[in-house]
């Protein structure tokens, strides 16, 4: 399988780097909507939250996809909704390990007769894009293929190849 397209890394003001991907469907926006916001459908590809979303509010995001790729079942953790303006944009800081937040935000815009969807991450200073953008890669080909209702990609395929 060929892996979707590589990302951007982009300088901010403050010395922190945002990350870009896009991906293009053939899919009507408000699917691709659905995919991104519905509990159910992000089960398929990333992973389910309990709550109710909303600008403003917050859920409590369980990711699962990791488990495909021989890891475990993380452990709830919250997630403010910083902008949810349906069908065309999400923006939500997800809590990372380090104690601090990865802001994310999803683009959706009509293209031709399907969607383009834009994802962006915030990186803190000092963060190595590399360091993330192999698992938003195979993330976002994860969605596209669900949305395709194709088989999810493997791992393997965006593992980052340990230096010989």
Known sequence: M???????????NDGTETLVLRRVFPDPIEDVWAAVTESDRLARWIGHYEGTGGTGGTVEFTVTGEMDAGGEEAQPVTVQILDCS????????????????????????PHADGTTLEFTQRLAAGFDATDVEAGWRWYLDRLVATVAGEPLPPWDDYAPKAAE
Request: overall charge negative; hydrophobic content about 35%; cysteine-free.
């Open 86 to 109: 349906p069908p065309t944009r999400l923006v939500v800081d997800f809590p990372s390990e380090d104690g601090g937040a990865w802001h994310i935000a999803v683009t959706l815009a």
């Open 2 to 12: 060929t892996t979707g397209p590589l990302g951007e890394v982009h300088p901010n």
